[in-house]
Every structure is written in structure tokens, then in C-alpha cells.
């Protein structure tokens, strides 16, 4: 044991110090670049592919999602609840921004789930197939009704990643999530 700490003592000088060798500033927090071995093969919230899904959630959220013990937990939706057997109302979390600096609102929320169930490149658009309308009812509240009674439905909707209203440029993703992207 003693000869064993006397060549970690010996051998640990000689690593350096990671945070000042790594120039006269030392490192940089402002940026945090992760590589992946498996490259995503789109940036559309629409995607429904697992390995985008994966690289996708760290850009953008859904209304609600799953906690550490798969029960329904709030994302974007702070509340919710049925006010019959097919229509529910989500009460929208305030003061959420994307990373244009645009506030997230129920707008942004009735766009992303139209274009989720219609856009004709959508891969989610079967999952919300028993959703009949999506209504506005606040600044920060929306209605959706279903077809027939969906006891599913937050889990299908915690596919659903919100964007900003009449965004497109799925290349340049731009989202509510911890991260953003920059460049590529």
C-alpha cells in the first residue's frame, strides 16, 4: 500500500491541472459540444425515429412527460385535466422562452400539435389520430377534444414537441430545451 501511494504522489504532479492546461484562459463553459456515435438523420420535431427522438429531447419539450417512474409528469403544461370523457383542458407554463427569445404560448402549442397530426411529412400525425380539434381557450391554455374517450392521450402527447408558431426551418432546430444548437 505504501509503495503504491508513494508512485500516485509521484505520478498525479505530472498530470497537470486540467482546468489551466488548456491555454492561458483556461477552458471555456459558455459552449458544450457532444458528439454522438450515431449520426441524427433529421432535426424535424415531426420525426418519430428513436435515435433523432433521443438527440431531439435535449432541444425541445412536449406538453407533459414521463418521470423516473414512468408516471406522467409536467413539461410544458404545468396542469391538466378532463372536463368531460373526450375534452381536456392544459393550463401552459408562463415565462417559458424558446431559444429565439420568443415566449412560448398557447399559440405555439395549438400550431405544433396541428402541424404534428396534418403535416403530410409528420411521422406522428397516426399517433394523434383520435384528437377532433385543438382550441385555444387563454394565453396560456388550450382544449383538445378526441374523437372518442382517450385514456392515452397525455402519453401520446409527451411525443409532441412544441415549436414556435408557423416555424418550418426543422435545420436549425429551435426549441424550449436545455440546450440549443449553434452551428454545425
Same mark, same amino acid.
Given at each position: 500500500?505504501?509503495?503504491l501511494?508513494?508512485l500516485l504522489a509521484?505520478f498525479?504532479p505530472?498530470?497537470?491541472n486540467p482546468?489551466t492546461d @488548456?491555454?492561458?484562459?483556461?477552458?471555456?463553459?459558455?459552449?458544450l459540444?457532444?458528439?454522438?456515435a450515431?449520426p441524427i438523420?433529421? *432535426?424535424?420535431? %415531426?420525426s418519430? $425515429?428513436a435515435?433523432?427522438?433521443? *438527440?431531439l429531447s435535449?432541444l *425541445?419539450?412536449?406538453l407533459?412527460?414521463? /418521470?423516473?417512474t414512468? $408516471?406522467?409528469d409536467?413539461?410544458l403544461a404545468?396542469?391538466?385535466?378532463r @372536463? +368531460?370523457?373526450?375534452t381536456w /383542458?392544459f393550463?401552459?407554463r408562463?415565462?417559458v422562452?424558446?431559444?429565439?427569445?420568443q415566449?412560448?404560448?398557447? +399559440?405555439?402549442?395549438?400550431y405544433?400539435?396541428? %402541424?404534428?397530426k396534418?403535416?403530410e411529412?409528420?411521422?406522428?400525425g397516426? %399517433?394523434?389520430?383520435?384528437i377532433s380539434a385543438?382550441?385555444?381557450t387563454g394565453e396560456y391554455?388550450?382544449?383538445?377534444?378526441?374523437?372518442?374517450?382517450?385514456p392515452?392521450? @397525455?402519453n401520446?402527447?409527451?411525443?409532441?414537441y412544441?415549436l414556435p408558431? +408557423?416555424y418550418?426551418d426543422f435545420?436549425l432546430?429551435?426549441?424550449?430545451?436545455p *440546450?440549443?444548437?449553434? $452551428?454545425?
Amino acid at each position: 500500500p505504501f509503495a503504491l501511494l508513494f508512485l500516485l504522489a509521484l505520478f498525479l504532479p505530472a498530470c497537470g491541472n486540467p482546468l489551466t492546461d @488548456l491555454g492561458e484562459n483556461g477552458p471555456s463553459f459558455d459552449t458544450l459540444t457532444i458528439g454522438y456515435a450515431e449520426p441524427i438523420s433529421s *432535426y424535424s420535431p %415531426l420525426s418519430y $425515429n428513436a435515435t433523432n427522438r433521443k *438527440y431531439l429531447s435535449n432541444l *425541445y419539450e412536449p406538453l407533459v412527460r414521463f /418521470d423516473g417512474t414512468f $408516471n406522467t409528469d409536467s413539461a410544458l403544461a404545468v396542469s391538466w385535466g378532463r @372536463l +368531460d370523457d373526450t375534452t381536456w /383542458d392544459f393550463q401552459l407554463r408562463q415565462g417559458v422562452k424558446f431559444h429565439t427569445g420568443q415566449e412560448f404560448t398557447a +399559440d405555439d402549442a395549438l400550431y405544433s400539435l396541428v %402541424l404534428a397530426k396534418t403535416e403530410e411529412d409528420s411521422e406522428l400525425g397516426a %399517433l394523434l389520430s383520435t384528437i377532433s380539434a385543438v382550441e385555444k381557450t387563454g394565453e396560456y391554455r388550450l382544449s383538445i377534444s378526441t374523437t372518442k374517450p382517450d385514456p392515452l392521450l @397525455l402519453n401520446r402527447l409527451s411525443f409532441v414537441y412544441m415549436l414556435p408558431q +408557423d416555424y418550418k426551418d426543422f435545420e436549425l432546430p429551435v426549441g424550449t430545451g436545455p *440546450y440549443r444548437v449553434r $452551428n454545425f
